[in-house]
């Protein structure tokens, strides 16, 4: 019955596979079969592949770069479509870039172009739609402040809307397109395209920030280790504990600046190099959650929940997951 059921997917959506683990599309390596997966290299695509979920009932996921994402052991029982709408065209200050257009690739053709104010992404593993999504962000720039407009696919009505950055209501690593759930496969829009607004820069001095935040990573984040990235938003919050201030007076600073880095939080509660399973708090910079070789998504889910249980014990503060879940 499966397999009937299957050919007749094929036949509305020529180019679908089923049982496609999705460890391989997750820089976390981590994660068991989708029953049906799809690559959309257009829009076309994409309706395609929304309408034949509607027709046969299925939950779908829009996949990206698969950079920020925890997907269950289980897998994903639905259609799984990975994104791969690419394009970059400029005009003058204004660039369209298709959602599925990886960063690095991004960073790249900035600079050919000398464009600054997206060095920040350099080494990033993940798509533009997703860094849009997530309103990434690091050294103190966020995705938002180059976004112009944005293209999505409204996934009930299958019309495309655009909204300004405004509408985005971009927050802290957050958006209107990713508010409503952790549940990445309850997205109500899709992200096709984006536009983005950038100044001209010095070449040289674009050059040199991009090999600073290069370096940095390699010093300071765990990249010979598979991960989902950063793993807890850091919070936006003043503590006026006195006692909580005397005992970790490095929180003044912190309090100044206005966000309390997560992995501060994480590393004074004593679980730095933490280890469960096959995952483990990086002993490099503890947001980050890394795959030892063999780790499963229990094994992720029982350091995240810990580090919120222990950091609210110590801190009284409430983490928040950036990573989105898949089939959990």
């Not at 999705?22 to 592949?49: C, Q, R, S, W």
């Not at 996921?61 to 799984?80: C, T």
């Not at 509660?269 to 490099?284: C, D, H, R, T, W």
């Not at 780790?295 to 350091?303: P, Y």
Request: hydrophobic content about 40%; aromatic content about 10%.
């Amino acid at each position: 019955m499966a397999e009937n059921i299957y050919a007749k997917i094929k036949k509305d959506l020529p180019g679908i596979e089923n049982s496609i683990f999705l460890k391989e599309y997750t820089t976390f390596k981590i994660g068991g079969p989708a029953k049906y997966f799809f690559v959309a290299k257009n829009k076309e695509d994409l309706i395609k592949a929304i309408e034949v979920s509607k027709k046969f009932k299925l939950p779908i996921f829009i996949l990206g770069g698969g950079s920020n994402v925890l997907v269950s052991d289980k897998g994903f029982n639905g259609l799984v479509v990975k994104l791969q709408i690419l394009g970059i065209e400029i005009n003058k200050n204004k660039i369209y870039v298709g959602a599925g257009v990886m960063l690095p690739k991004l960073v790249s053709v900035f600079l050919k172009n000398n464009f600054s104010g997206f060095e920040w992404a350099s080494g990033v593993p993940g798509t533009i739609g997703g860094a849009v999504y997530g309103n990434a962000q690091a050294f103190g720039t966020k995705t938002s402040d180059a976004v112009d407009s944005v293209e999505v696919l409204d996934i009930k009505t299958l019309k495309f809307k655009n909204f300004s950055k405004e509408q985005c209501k971009f927050s802290l690593k957050n958006s209107l397109f990713k508010k409503s759930t952790l549940r990445a496969s309850d997205k109500k829009f899709v992200i096709t395209s984006i536009v983005l607004k950038l100044e001209k820069g010095d070449e040289k001095e674009i050059k040199e920030r991009i090999h600073n935040f290069i370096k940095y990573r390699k010093n300071n984040h765990p990249t010979t280790f598979h991960s989902a990235g950063s793993v807890f938003v850091n919070p936006e919050l003043v503590i006026k504990n006195k006692k909580l201030l005397k005992k970790y007076p490095e929180l003044e600073k912190f309090v100044e600046n206005g966000v309390i880095p997560s992995a501060y939080l994480i590393e004074k509660s004593g679980l730095k190099g933490k280890k469960i399973g096959g995952a483990q708090i990086s002993e490099k910079h503890a947001n980050f959650i890394i795959n030892l070789g063999n780790a499963k998504t229990k094994d992720v889910l029982a350091l995240i929940n810990l580090a919120k249980k222990k950091v609210k014990e110590n801190f009284n503060i409430n983490l928040e997951t950036e990573v989105q879940r898949i089939g959990l």
